[in-house]
């Protein structure tokens, strides 16, 4: 069994930065790639961003990308999502999520709450 743990959620004005963590225990701390999702109210789960066990190789949302950073710690089964320049379009759940390749996740985070007002 595996369990993914987000924080950092909060809530900040339009332009600051908040920064995410999501720990990965049991099973899920070796999983070859973490990404992150979010849900606004009334939409769809999307991707927002992935990174695969090296750290070096990421993949982002077009809207997302020069304002946020994925990152791991390996050592630390924890993976992180800097966001930066937030705005308002940005305020969603944010769920951290683990799997064997982009579209193949095992494990997903009980998500953390990101709101960005203007």
């Known amino acids: 069994q595996g369990q993914l743990v987000e924080s950092g959620g909060g809530s900040v004005q339009a332009g600051g930065s908040l920064r995410l963590s999501c720990e990965a225990s049991g099973r899920t701390g070796s999983s070859y790639l973490m990404a992150w999702f979010r849900q606004a109210p009334g939409k769809e789960r999307e991707f927002v961003a992935a990174?695969?066990?090296?750290?070096?190789?990421?993949r982002y949302l077009d809207s997302v990308k020069e304002r946020f950073t994925i990152s791991r710690d390996n050592a630390k089964n924890t993976v992180y999502l800097q966001m930066n320049s937030l705005k308002p379009e940005d305020t969603a759940v944010y769920y951290c999520?683990?799997?064997?390749?982009?579209?193949?996740?095992?494990?997903w985070g009980q998500g953390t709450q990101v709101t960005v007002y203007s």
């Open positions: 990174t695969w066990r090296s750290g070096l190789s990421t």
């Open positions: 999520t683990a799997g064997a390749a982009l579209g193949s996740y095992d494990y």
